[in-house]
């Protein structure tokens, strides 16, 4: 089973691209991240024999679930607090997996409310998620976590240093849910190497000279980790013109 993960940066603005890398990747799961709009092409992925979920909010956020698989939506928002209205989760179950898709907040600038709202989104999301690891069921938890765990993960730590994805507080946050029992796909295959981003700034030719970080992530219950296979990062969307400044991550379960 293959499921691929992609902050597409406006799905009206990135349909030809969604479209176009399905066709070739054919992935049997696709988390969508920052929809920015309130109208989704369901029908468009129906007719590339994809059933879609999404949760939509008018010209910001948005995430949505295709699959090739019937989907058994569980939820449409995290738990914690009823006055969230951020379309920012989406859980469900695909072939007996729990598929949770999240953006996280980005949290900019620090100090703000914003920055605060970061920090009890990842609170609840840690709440939900060792509750998850004590029943049964498998959980792969994808998306755009705006966190930059490790000083590896970004081409030049002291550019980020004032940035809430660098901040010591998120960081700690992430690795709370790692201890939880989760697993990092892509660091689990690749616990030392460096230069490997999902997002690079549209300015100054960053991704030309691969200035990026990697805030993408796929985190795995136990079960799911003893069938992981690979995690890889498509760098080719991101390359192709008018893109968005995030590329897919696709892990792969035997």
Known sequence: MEIAS??????RARLDHVTAWLKARN??????????????????FKDLGYESVAVTQKAYNGVA??????????????????ADSHARYLDVTILGIRV???????????GSDKFAYKLAWMDRLNKAMSDWIRNKIP??????FNVI????????????????????????????????????????LYP?????????????QAFEHNRGIRIDHFLLSPRLTERLE?????????????????????VKFR
């Open 6 to 11: 992609w902050n597409v940066n406006s799905i």
């Open 27 to 44: 992935p049997d799961v696709l988390l969508l991240q920052e929809l920015k709009g309130t109208e989704f092409p369901a029908q468009v």
């Open 65 to 82: 679930i295709l699959s090739r698989y019937p989907i058994e939506t569980m939820s449409t928002a995290l738990a914690g607090d009823e």
């Open 100 to 110: 949770v898709n999240i953006y996280l907040p980005n949290g900019n600038p620090v």
């Open 139 to 144: 959980v792969v938890i994808g998306g755009d």
């Open 149 to 188: 765990p490790e000083d590896i993960d970004c081409h030049k730590p002291s550019s980020w240093m004032r940035d809430a994805l660098f901040q010591p507080e998120p960081r700690a946050r992430y690795r709370a849910l790692l201890n939880l029992g989760y697993t990092d796909a892509f660091r689990s």
């Open 192 to 204: 030392h190497e460096g230069g490997h981003f999902t997002f690079w700034d549209y300015f100054r």
């Open 230 to 250: 690979s995690c890889e990062i498509d760098m080719h969307p991101r390359a192709q013109a008018k893109p968005s400044d995030h590329t897919p991550i696709i």
